[in-house]
C-alpha cells in the first residue's frame, strides 16, 4: 500500500500514483507500459494476474524496472505530514526524509519496555511512564540483592527468596560433585585399563624375552657339547700322531 495521499501538502502529480491502491507510490516499481505500482501491490496483483490493471497489456514480476530517475526525484521531494500529526506532531518533510524523521518522532507510540507491560505511549512520555510503571524492576532495598517488580512489593520475603537461592546453590553444588566424582571415576576406570593393557603387553614381552634365553642357552650347551668333541678328536689324533 501506498502513503494517504490526504497527509501530502500541495498538488501531487497523478504520475505519482500507484495505479492499484490510488495512493502515492511506496517502494515503486514500474511496468514495460510506463505504470507505476507500489512494489506490495503490484506483487499481490500478480499473483491472481498477468495483465497491467491499467491497460490490461500483459506483465511478468521479471519485466518490472526501479521508476525513471526524474520520477524518483520528483517523488522524493514531495512534502507531507508526520503519520504521527494526530497525536500532536507537526512536522512536514520531504518523502524522502520521512521515514528517518518517524523513527525517531517524540510523538510515535512505542512499546514500554519493562518485561510484562502492555502499555505503549509516546516516546516523549516514555521516561514519565517507567518511573511509575508497575512493571518497573528495582534492587531490594532491605539488602537481599534481589531485584524485585513493584507489583511485586508486598509479596517479596527476603529470608525465603534467600533460603530458596541456599537450596537452588545447594542443589548445583551436590549435582557438581556429582558430576566431578563420576568424571574421575571415568578417568580412574580409564586408566587402569590402560595399566591392565600395558602390564598385559609387557608380561608377554618377558615371556618372550624368557624364550630367547631358553634357545640362547641351549645353542650355548650345544656349542660346549660341540667344542668338547672337538677337542677329544684332537687328543685322540695327538695320540696317533705319537704313536706314529
Not at 29 to 41: G, I, K, N, Y
Not at 43 to 68: A, K, M, T
Not at 216 to 237: F, G, K, P, T
Request: charged letters at 30%.
Amino acid at each position: 500500500m501506498g502513503y494517504d495521499l490526504e497527509r501530502f501538502v500541495g498538488y501531487v502529480n497523478e504520475g505519482l500514483l500507484c495505479s492499484i491502491c490510488r495512493d502515492v507510490l511506496e517502494d515503486p516499481l514500474q511496468a514495460p507500459c510506463e505504470h507505476a505500482f507500489c512494489t506490495a501491490c503490484i506483487h499481490g496483483w500478480l499473483v491472481h494476474h498477468s495483465n497491467c490493471p491499467e491497460d490490461r497489456q500483459v506483465i511478468d514480476v521479471s519485466l518490472l524496472r526501479p521508476l525513471y530517475r526524474y520520477m524518483k526525484n520528483d517523488l522524493n521531494r514531495l512534502q507531507l505530514h508526520c503519520r504521527n500529526r494526530e497525536y500532536g506532531c507537526e512536522m512536514v518533510c520531504s518523502l524522502e526524509s520521512i521515514d528517518r524523521h518517524e523513527r525517531e518522532c517524540e510523538y510515535s507510540q512505542i512499546p514500554c519496555s519493562n518485561a510484562g507491560c502492555t502499555v505503549h505511549i509516546e516516546r516523549r512520555n516514555l521516561d514519565g511512564h517507567l518511573a511509575v510503571c508497575e512493571y518497573r524492576s528495582r534492587e531490594c532495598p532491605n539488602g537481599c540483592g534481589y531485584t524485585i517488580l513493584s507489583a511485586e512489593d508486598t509479596q517479596h520475603n527476603c529470608v525465603a527468596e534467600l533460603r530458596t537461592e541456599l537450596e537452588l546453590l545447594r542443589s548445583e553444588m551436590i549435582c557438581r560433585v556429582e558430576e566431578a566424582k563420576h568424571e574421575m571415576e571415568s578417568r580412574l576406570d580409564s586408566q587402569r585399563r590402560h595399566m591392565v593393557q600395558k602390564e598385559s603387553i609387557l608380561q608377554n614381552e618377558i615371556e618372550e624375552l624368557k624364550s630367547q634365553i631358553s634357545r640362547l642357552m641351549s645353542d650355548v650347551r650345544s656349542l660346549m657339547a660341540a667344542e668338547r668333541q672337538h677337542r677329544q678328536e684332537l687328543e685322540q689324533a695327538e695320540l696317533e700322531k705319537r704313536e706314529l
